[in-house]
């Protein structure tokens, strides 16, 4: 066990050396300022020598409990986060206190602040709670420091609104990022309390996942300059602002007509419902004047050429598609014309024993009756044979 004595202070303390042949009596009415952070500190002891005391650094320690403080009338900054406190205590004689620091302990309800007149930051975020439970606060305290507190930390404490919060009027710095804060309205509604607020950290709420989230709580406050840790654009702001101001007043010329008994705004009468494939009568699509016009003349000059459905009847359309198959070519050898076929025929006669029919003839000419095994083809030049018949079929 470690605890914080005179003569742990006498003996660690490097900030402010100790002169030689000083009284230690004197030496500690001198000190204004004590460092002794992650010392692995578990106690406080009586300090009342430090009579001077105005900031005093116990951060990350093994504190349980505020104690033995009660001397320091002086003091101004009191830094205890990352200790093992589950209480606030004995607090009410500081009344110089103006920055307290208390985040990452085991507090579950924030008491005993009423009597610091002068507190303008309380930083008491990131408890370590039980689990299903939120951090509470005293309204006699929160109420105390409704005029004097300036910068408010509460984040990581599972809070689900801020009306303990609304009397804080000057208010200018207030984080309560990790919470779980979802409703807009109240927000707001608080907002609307703080007119000095410039700094505003919400992130890691439900309400952050809201549709156009920072440009509804930008135009919740015209003193805000920094929300989430991004700073506000003047001219981002001017829009917005414009934007809520329009709204507002749609949704009272809205109620006002509702209390008219007015509708809420005129209704434009739709085409009659026409049948598949019947034409809209006495209708022109908005913004195409004169269309309807252009299309009854281009389909009147289509139906007046000679090959259009309105100009044929439908026997001459069926007779025209028989004469065009009934032109289509013949591609057989036995469809050919007499003439050909015999020029054919004679390209290859001869004698028994005569040479073979030539492989690089055209297919039709190989498989034709005409050439039957019984016939020796004799060819005198089969080159020649070839491009004959090559000209005679192109």
Same mark, same amino acid.
């Given at each position: ?89 004995? #607090? ?38 039980? +689990? ?29 609104? #801020? ?7 000057? &208010? ?18 608080? &907002? ?9 950290? &919400? ?125 289509? +070519? ?65």
């Amino acid at each position: 066990m470690v605890r914080l004595t005179i003569d742990l202070i006498a003996r660690v303390n490097t900030h402010t050396k100790r002169k030689r042949d000083e009284p230690l009596s004197q030496y500690l009415r001198r000190l204004t300022h004590l460092y002794f952070q992650e010392r692995h500190i578990d106690e406080i002891d009586d300090l009342s020598l430090c009579k001077n005391l105005s900031v005093l650094y116990l951060y990350d320690n093994r504190i349980a409990r505020i104690q033995n403080l009660h001397f320091a009338s002086n003091l101004t900054h009191l830094y205890l986060q990352n200790n093992l406190i589950a209480k606030i205590e004995n #607090l009410s004689l500081l009344r110089r206190l103006e920055k307290l620091y208390l985040g990452n302990n085991e507090i579950t309800v924030v008491e005993g602040l009423d009597k610091l007149e002068n507190l303008k930051e309380l930083h008491i975020e990131n408890q370590r709670l039980p +689990p299903g439970e939120k951090l509470l606060f005293d309204p006699r305290s929160i109420q105390a420091l409704s005029v004097t507190l300036c910068v408010l930390n509460i984040s990581g404490n599972s809070l689900e609104d #801020l009306q303990d919060f609304r009397c804080l009027r000057n &208010l200018n710095q207030f984080m309560a990022a990790d919470n779980q804060l979802d409703d807009m309205k109240e927000l707001a509604q608080v &907002l609307a309390g703080w007119p000095n607020l410039w700094r505003l950290e &919400l992130v890691g709420n439900p309400l952050c996942r809201k549709a156009k989230y920072r440009d509804r709580v930008i135009v919740m406050s015209n003193s805000l300059e920094v929300l989430d840790g991004k700073e506000i654009n003047e001219t981002a702001r001017k829009f917005l602002l414009s934007w809520k101001a329009n709204k507002e007043a749609r949704r009272r010329q809205r109620e006002e007509r509702k209390k008219n008994g007015e509708a809420d705004g005129p209704r434009r009468e739709l085409p009659p419902l026409q049948l598949p494939h019947a034409p809209l009568r006495n209708y022109i699509m908005p913004g195409l004047p004169g269309a309807r016009k252009q299309f009854e003349a281009i389909l009147a000059r289509s139906r007046s050429l000679p090959g259009s459905a309105d100009v044929m009847g439908r026997g001459d359309v069926i007779a025209q598609k028989t004469e065009i198959i009934a032109e289509m +070519p013949k591609k057989s050898l036995s469809d050919l014309q007499p003439p050909l076929r015999s020029r054919y025929a004679r390209i290859l006669v001869g004698e028994p024993g005569g040479t073979p029919i030539p492989r690089d003839l055209p297919p039709p000419i190989r498989s034709s009756p005409v050439l039957r095994p019984s016939l020796q083809a004799k060819a005198i030049d089969v080159r020649s044979s070839n491009q004959f018949v090559e000209s005679q079929v192109l």
